[in-house]
């Protein structure tokens, strides 16, 4: 699932394997979980990714909608070939980045929607807050820096300012909460949720 989404070059399959690398991630920590919490960390892990995933998905149609019927694809080359040649109305823009930011970035842990990351870190087996961390998480990233700025980039330019508040927020308070960690899992967790921070100032 994760190899797919990284290497897909089709909007429907780069959503669709995300989604489906989710799910053994909710069994590992439901089944193979640690501490009396891992039921509570599994059901707010899905509860947010299911949110998250359900506002990119709205983001998805609606840009997909925007290109002519006769035109349509899920090719995502096509798309922002497209998308280039006949650039999207600002208003359009200004609805979907909006949808793609925020969705991907409750996918992210963008911080304030950042809780269900440290919670579910602490609960899951160490190799799979490893994989989540290191590669599942940056998914909602690759989303944005693939789909949502090469083909929303007057409304990606108009967001910025608001991202980079929030960023601030990743960095600097789950930050200082992970330097107070003493549990190993819940040390990679809020220290992954605050990289995410740099990485998206850095877009």
């Known amino acids: 699932g994760i190899l797919g989404a ?4 089709d909007l429907f399959f780069f959503y669709f394997l995300h989604e489906l690398a989710l799910v053994p991630t909710f069994i590992m920590i439901g089944v193979w979980g640690r501490g009396e919490r891992k039921n509570y960390a599994t059901f707010q892990i899905t509860l947010y990714l ?13 840009l997909y909608l925007q290109v002519p019927e006769a035109q349509r694809t899920f090719d995502i080359p096509k798309l922002t070939k497209f998308f280039q040649e006949n650039p999207m109305a600002l208003a359009s823009q200004n609805f979907i980045f909006p949808l793609l930011l925020f969705g991907f970035g ?4 963008l911080w ?12 899951a087996p160490s190799p799979t807050a490893m994989l989540h961390a290191g590669v599942l998480k940056k998914f909602g990233l690759y989303g944005l820096i693939r ?6 980039p007057q409304a990606a330019q108009h967001w910025m300012q608001i991202l980079a508040w929030l960023c601030l927020g990743n960095i600097l308070y789950v930050g200082w909460v992970a330097m107070r960690q003493k549990d190993l899992n819940l040390l990679i967790g809020n220290s992954s949720v605050a990289h995410m921070g740099f990485i998206f100032l850095g877009i």
């Open 6 to 9: 990284f290497a897909s070059l």
């Open 50 to 62: 299911s949110i998250g995933a359900l506002i990119a998905l709205i983001g998805l149609i609606a």
């Open 106 to 109: 409750i996918l992210v842990s």
């Open 112 to 123: 304030p929607f950042h809780t269900w990351a440290p919670l579910g870190y602490g609960s």
């Open 147 to 152: 789909v949502a700025l090469p083909l929303l």
